[in-house]
């Protein structure tokens, strides 16, 4: 299978090109510099001549707040862009992926959302993702994966490790964390979401959408206190809430989403305890002091 690779400098784009690379598919990774997503005319002529099977997109705005001082970039990337991909793969007879996110959900329920679940966005950049969503599935062979708070080891050169990532690195150095208390999600580990995303592309599942994160709700809270007892270290956690905070852009309070879906694809992702603590030991490199103490 010939993949091609969209914004591969990204964390998402490393697992993602390590994933089917060690498959034996051959990967075209593409970043910002070799192919501009929101040009059109570059998108239709990159895509129609890389013969691809498969376009992989991981561009993507994710400055939340920054959205809302710029929504025409992040409509640009987050949904003009994803339109040009979508309609460039079918005319190359290639199939696509493409990421959401939860923030297309408006954080008002209090169990993990579900595919079916009306998308009620309450931000410029979740309005953006969800304007990508539907360009996405104009392809009538597309997979729209939901992911949230991803957390993985970047690529070459790539130094991006999202929040988690801010927060381990604060438990490391023994500085104040500031967590949020009040948020509950369902954190996506990058080679997680890259093996079920190989998955369903290669078994093939039915096309549509997908929530692909790891298994469990929790608040960044116990997020926290989970990754300083692998670490074994303190926790000088300062929790913070959402009311207590000033942000340009709303986050949803409750934002976890049920995988169940993927589940009945055959793909059943790990529990989100398991994922940080196989992510850690990679990342510290050394045996965790907390990995005994799971059975």
Same mark, same amino acid.
């Given at each position: 299978?010939?993949? %091609? *690779? ?20 051959? *990967? ?18 990159? @895509?129609?001549?890389?013969?691809? /099977? @498969? ?6 705005? =994710?400055? *939340? ?16 862009? &994803?339109?040009? %991909? ?58 729209? @994966? ?67 994160? =790891? ?29 207590? &905070? ?27 305890? /398991? ?21």
């Amino acid at each position: 299978m010939r993949v %091609l *690779v969209t914004g591969a400098g990204g964390l998402l784009a490393a697992a993602i090109i390590r994933e089917f690379e060690a498959a034996g598919s051959e *990967v075209l990774p593409l970043d910002r510099a070799a192919l501009d997503v929101t040009s059109a005319d570059q998108v239709q002529r990159t @895509l129609s001549g890389a013969h691809a /099977d @498969l376009v992989i997109n991981c561009a993507a705005f =994710n400055d *939340v707040d920054g959205a809302e001082q710029h929504p025409v970039g992040a409509l640009a990337v987050n949904a003009f862009a &994803v339109r040009s %991909l979508s309609q460039a793969a079918r005319q190359a007879g290639a199939g696509l992926v493409h990421y959401s996110t939860d923030f297309v959900f408006d954080g008002e329920q209090t169990r993990p959302y579900v595919e079916d679940d009306p998308p009620n966005p309450r931000s410029v950049y979740a309005a953006s993702k969800l304007l990508g969503e539907w360009f996405a599935l104009e392809h009538p062979d597309a997979y729209v @994966l939901r992911v949230e708070s991803l957390f993985g080891e970047p690529g070459p050169g790539g130094s991006r490790t999202g929040s988690l990532g801010a927060i381990v690195t604060r438990i490391q150095n023994g500085e104040p964390a500031p967590v949020f208390v009040d948020r509950t999600i369902t954190p996506g580990y990058t080679g997680d979401v890259a093996a079920a995303t190989r998955r369903l592309v290669s078994e093939p599942a039915r096309p549509g959408i997908y929530h692909c994160v =790891n298994s469990g709700p929790a608040t960044w809270a116990e997020i926290a206190e989970e990754a300083a007892r692998l670490l074994g270290r303190p926790l000088d956690m300062r929790p913070i809430t959402l009311d207590s &905070v000033r942000l340009r852009a709303k986050r949803p309070r409750y934002s976890a989403l049920s995988n169940q879906k993927l589940a009945a694809a055959g793909i059943a992702m790990p529990a989100w305890q /398991d994922a940080l603590e196989r992510h850690l030991a990679r990342h510290a490199e050394v045996p965790l002091p907390g990995q005994s103490g799971r059975g």
